[in-house]
Each structure stands twice: as C-alpha cells, then as structure tokens.
C-alpha cells in the first residue's frame, strides 16, 4: 500500500527557519512525484509545487516560487518543504501528497494527514 | 482568486442529485482530458474523487461522476448522502508541469 507521512505539528516565531517532511513508501515499480499544498486556515487548497524524489527534479506553482524549498532525499523516500524566515502569514496546514497512476498529471490519490504550521511571536 | 472557478455552495436534499461546476479556459480544462475532484471534510486531508474527468479511483461510489463540456468540468453527486457533506476542490493540468485548483465549493445536505 502506497502512503506519505508527514512530520509533527510545528510552532515557530516569525523569522525563524522550519524544514518538514514527508516520507513516502510502498512505491514499488512506477516512478513517483510528491506535491506540496497549502490550507490557511479557514480557506482553499493551494498548489505549492512538486518534486520527483529520483533526481530532485522541482516545479513550483508561481506564486511559492522564492518563498519555500522543496527538496529530496531518495534513499529514505522523503520530501522536505522549507522556509529560511518565516512570517505569520505561513501559518496553515501543509499537506503532502502523491500518486498510484503513472504521472501525477492524472491526479493524487495519495495524502498525507497534514503537518499544522503556526507561525507567532 | 483561484485560477478555476467554482460556485462557493452548492445544496441538495437527501436522495437528490447535485452538480458542481468547475470553470476554466481552453488553456486547462477545455485542452487537456487531466481534470481531477477533491473531497474534503473539515480537519481531514483531501481525498480523490475523480481523476481524468470522468474515472473513478477504487473505493468512491459510483453516485460521484464527472464530466466535461468546452471549459466547463462538472462534479454530479446523485443519491445525495449526509456523508456527501464536504468541500469540493476541482484541479486541471495545464502544461509546463502546472496545476491549477478552484477555489472549492461547499456541498450542504439539506
């Protein structure tokens, strides 16, 4: 059975650094992209981009460009999602996740359970 | 403002049939056949509905189906259940490794 699994709920100040992650397993013979979606509380899904794991290939939606980083570790199937100095508007529910099909292009059907991020002084 | 655009409600009484909209441009939906549906419970994570306009994954009931006309997706509900009672997010590919999302909408059983 496919499935991601995300890190523990994250509380910061503003300005800090954060990195969390998404471990992914059950991939056994099809290659796999792992995306990253924002919720501000109250609000929409947000496509923040996506990562193949095999060679840390990266798409991000225009709107995250320059505010995070996605990034890769193959050996241990994670992905990472990262900010060098966080700001109180981060604060929301990021969820992870991948895909069973061929490409990602067809849809995710599989989700992590959310890492809550909250951002306050 | 999401790059799709659905109706913010949608409503129907128990046993009725509902559909939900999902409006894009012949840049997204109206070229590529990648249309996909989200459901998604308060304080749950999304769950696939619909993937490439009108296929169910194994597991949705076959009361969720989706269809297309022009620039249009639409998400019809039949049978409608208090289960059904969620937020529905649609989401297109729309070439150069891009998605777009709606901004979802809120399914109310009556």
């Known amino acids: 059975e496919v499935q991601v699994v995300q890190s523990g709920a994250e509380v910061r100040q503003p300005g800090e650094s954060l990195k969390i992650s998404c471990k992914a397993s059950?991939?056994?013979?099809?290659?796999?992209?792992i995306a990253w979606f924002r919720q501000m509380p109250g609000k929409g899904l947000e496509w923040m981009g996506i990562?193949?794991?095999?060679?840390?290939?990266?798409k991000y939606s225009p709107s995250f460009q320059g505010q995070v980083t996605m990034s890769a570790d193959r050996s241990t199937s994670t992905a990472y999602l990262q900010w060098t100095s966080l700001k109180a508007s981060d604060t929301a529910v990021y969820y992870c996740?991948?895909?069973?099909?061929?490409?990602?292009?067809?849809?995710?059907?599989?989700w992590g359970q959310g890492t809550l991020v909250t951002v306050s002084s | 403002q999401s790059a799709l655009t659905q109706p913010p409600s949608a409503s129907g009484s128990p046993g009725q049939s509902v559909t939900i909209s999902c409006t894009g441009s012949?840049?997204?939906?109206?070229?590529?056949?990648?249309v996909s549906w989200y459901q998604q419970h308060p304080g749950k994570a999304p769950k696939l509905m619909i993937y490439?306009?009108?296929k169910r994954p194994s597991g949705v009931p076959d009361r969720f189906s989706g269809s297309r006309s022009g620039n249009t997706a639409s998400l019809t509900v039949s049978g409608l259940q208090a289960e059904d009672e969620a937020e529905y997010y649609c989401?297109?590919?729309?070439?150069?490794?891009?998605?777009?999302f709606g901004g979802g909408t809120k399914l109310t059983v009556l």
């Open positions: 996740a991948s895909h069973t099909f061929y490409d990602y292009i067809s849809g995710f059907d599989v």
């Open positions: 059950g991939h056994r013979y099809t290659p796999y992209w």
């Open positions: 490439e306009v009108t």
């Open positions: 012949n840049s997204d939906v109206g070229y590529y056949m990648y």
């Open positions: 990562i193949y794991p095999g060679d840390s290939d990266t």
């Open positions: 989401s297109s590919f729309a070439g150069s490794s891009k998605l777009l």
